[in-house]
């Protein structure tokens, strides 16, 4: 077992990032994920990998997009703003179908918004924020262990569908310090040598391209690529539950909030009402089926993010008629405190329990 | 003796190698070509091609597919 | 013997699909003798973008990825890094047009430029936006009737065109810029020595390498390919001078 360290979320993705054999990595600076480009600035020069300081981030993801293309493991990072200055690469990545990793350390929008803490990029990583029908496998990690966690899962899921991933980090965990344990990749590689484009020596050229003028074929492509979210979706659907094996009432909560989420469950345990946890993940697949299972033994979910009800879409469609469902949410700044989200949380449960 | 190849199904009817060849021996055919046009033809009775090949450099097609010169 | 036959670098069967006249097609097939000259196919990865120049992987016989519209010079980047951190030495080159590489792509085209990125970029230089039939570009002339400058470019309402060879000459990453033509056989044959030229730069190391082609466009032009290679040699290479703008071998 290694040591344990203090670190940021930051540098802890960055650390995991060359652990696994990244070996590229193109960004440009925004708070609050600017570190993860400082620390591999030195650590990738001195391993003789590939780093650029790119003139932006559509350049920065178009490097990625060309690495990507040559089986190297890929990286880049960036902050809600200017990861949608990135969509346009993404959308192209997936119908490429080439594995990027792309790291967002959320900060608050619309526009330029400010980098106060906010959830407020669920649905452009889910939903893609570029054009056409496609999805990106996104992760959801709460804390920095799984920070390291689940970047090494980003590598393993990006190459394994060969399909763009995103790790979507709260920028409070990003700026955070945890002890963390940098445990070996526990992933096998995956064999790219049937597409990536190295030289056509003693094989047939290859070419990778977005671009289909056949409609049959274009048609047949992105039903191909569905066919593949199929897969992902019944696959790599991941998940915390925190009891609810007894729970009545059950709440919903993504990234650092579900920590949150977690001292109100034993708030309320203590105060006699039976509250669990689900925690998804994947936010990409969702898992809407473990979430309509557990929703069927309570009559009450309550669905908490630091944003105006992104996910909350998809606990409807996960819950769908089974119980009733609230919202707790702020869009932006300083992270619900417990008062808070005690005040919000009573005025749902006052209407099931009369003992509130 | 040299001389052209010259695939029709190529050719595009831009002209161009007509007015390239120094010989002036290629013309306008009699057949019409994928463009709706007239494809061009490499006709040599007397034996005055050159090989110098400057009509497969202008074609953008690469329509004139082998050029030979007589050593 | 034999003095010329179809390219090993060209995928067999394959046609152009450009209009008739079009340089393109003469543009691709000098690039596709390079390749075999200095025996590159195998080693090769071509970036093809939006535009006309898109199709490149349908007619070049090497591997080839389609970058988003403008973005060639910074997926070529990613690729040539890549393939060195992977201990692999690899030929990579855009094909672009002058929309792609100098208006929507100008920042990463010079930032290449500016890194000395050892990579090459072809741009196909027609003075209009040709796939979308011919609007105002960035190289579109003081006075040329385009769709979207029904009256010709004028200073004072769509700004100066851009001299794509001398702004890339002017960054010190670059190690060899060069504006050539395809309007007639002496000077296609002395594009393929440029275009050779900037390939060898990039097999030495030398940095960013970097060839524009003034190329007609017959049907934009509304003229007759004959015409339009008239226009090049009368008009276009009087705005747009042939020749070697930096060469750092020579400078």
């Not at chain 1, 979210?229 to 709440?251: G, H, P, S």
């Not at chain 1, 309550?302 to 996910?311: L, R």
């Not at chain 3, 000098?30 to 080693?43: G, M, N, P, R, T």
């Not at chain 3, 747009?240 to 400078?251: E, Q, R, S």
Request: proline share 4%; glycine share 6%; with cysteine.
């Amino acid at each position: 077992m290694n040591k344990k360290e203090l670190l940021k979320g930051n540098i802890a993705i960055a650390k995991a990032a060359l652990n696994c054999g990244c070996k590229c990595y193109f960004g440009y600076p925004i708070t609050p994920q600017t570190e993860i480009g400082e620390f591999l600035s030195k650590e990738m020069q001195q391993r003789k990998l590939a780093y650029v300081c790119a003139e932006s981030e559509v350049a920065a993801i178009n490097m990625a997009l060309g690495a990507a293309s040559t089986g190297a493991k890929v990286m880049t990072s960036s902050s809600s703003c200017a990861v949608s200055l990135m969509q346009e690469a993404i959308s192209y990545a997936s119908s490429d179908e080439l594995p990027i990793v792309l790291i967002n350390v959320m900060r608050a929008g619309p526009g330029q918004g400010y980098i106060y803490p906010s959830q407020g990029d669920y649905n452009q990583a889910t939903t893609g924020g570029g054009n056409g029908d496609y999805r990106t496998i996104v992760l959801s990690p709460s804390n920095v262990q799984e920070c390291v966690d689940l970047t090494y899962k980003a590598f393993y899921l990006s190459q394994k569908y060969r399909n763009p991933t995103i790790l979507l980090v709260d920028g409070l965990l990003g700026q955070m310090a945890e002890p963390v344990e940098i445990n070996d990749n526990p992933y096998q590689e995956i064999d790219n040598s049937s597409w990536r484009l190295d030289g056509a020596n003693e094989r047939p050229s290859r070419n990778i391209h977005s671009l289909e003028p056949n409609q049959n074929k274009l048609n047949r492509h992105i039903i191909e690529l569905f066919k593949k979210y199929t897969i992902i979706e019944q696959n790599e659907c991941d998940y915390e539950e925190y009891m609810t094996q007894d729970a009545k009432v059950i709440l919903t909560a993504f990234g650092t909030m579900a920590r949150h989420a977690k001292a109100l469950c034993n708030y309320y345990r203590e105060k006699g009402i039976k509250m669990g946890l689900f925690r998804p993940k994947t936010l990409y697949p969702f898992p809407y089926k473990k979430l309509n299972e557990l929703s069927q033994k309570t009559n009450l979910i309550i669905d908490i993010e630091m944003n105006m009800g992104q996910m909350l879409k998809d606990v409807r469609l996960a819950v769908l008629s089974n119980a009733r469902v609230a919202f707790i949410g702020k869009p932006v700044g300083d992270w619900l405190t417990e008062e808070e989200m005690i005040k919000a949380a009573d005025n749902i449960l006052k209407e099931q329990y009369a003992s509130i | 003796m040299s001389y052209i190849k010259l695939n029709k199904n190529k050719c595009k009817s831009c002209y161009l190698c007509i007015d390239a060849c120094p010989k002036n021996l290629i013309k306008k055919s009699n057949e019409i070509g994928q463009t709706g046009e007239y494809t061009v033809e490499f006709k040599d009775d007397e034996n005055l091609c050159l090989g110098c090949g400057v009509c497969a450099v202008v074609c953008p097609e690469i329509a004139i597919t082998e050029v030979y010169k007589d050593e | 013997m034999q003095v010329f036959n179809i390219p090993r670098a060209i995928k067999q069967n394959s046609n152009f699909t450009f209009c008739p006249g079009c340089d393109h097609g003469v543009a691709i097939r000098l690039v596709a003798q390079i390749i075999d000259e200095l025996k590159l196919q195998e080693k090769t990865i071509a970036v093809a973008s939006s535009g006309c120049s898109v199709l490149l992987y349908d007619f070049l016989d090497v591997d080839c990825i389609e970058s988003p519209h403008g973005r060639a010079c910074a997926v070529a980047t990613g690729i040539k890094r890549a393939h060195r951190a992977l201990n692999n030495d690899r030929f990579v080159f855009t094909y672009q047009g002058d929309g792609d590489f100098a208006s929507i792509g100008l920042a990463e085209s010079m930032h290449s430029a500016l890194r000395g990125e050892n990579i090459t970029a072809i741009c196909i230089n027609n003075t209009n936006y040709g796939m979308t039939g011919g609007q105002l570009g960035p190289t579109t002339t003081m006075g040329q009737i385009t769709t979207t400058s029904p009256d010709g470019r004028n200073a004072h309402y769509h700004g100066f065109p851009i001299k794509t060879a001398e702004q890339i000459a002017l960054c010190e990453g670059t190690s060899f810029s060069a504006r050539a033509a395809l309007y007639d056989v002496k000077n296609i044959l002395s594009t393929k020595n440029i275009i050779k030229k900037a390939f060898q730069y990039q097999i030495e190391g030398l940095g960013f390498s970097f060839v524009e082609i003034l190329s007609s466009c017959p049907t934009n032009w509304k003229l007759s390919p004959k015409d339009s290679h008239l226009k090049i040699q009368n008009e276009l290479t009087k705005v747009y001078p042939l020749g070697i703008f930096k060469d750092v071998k020579n400078d």
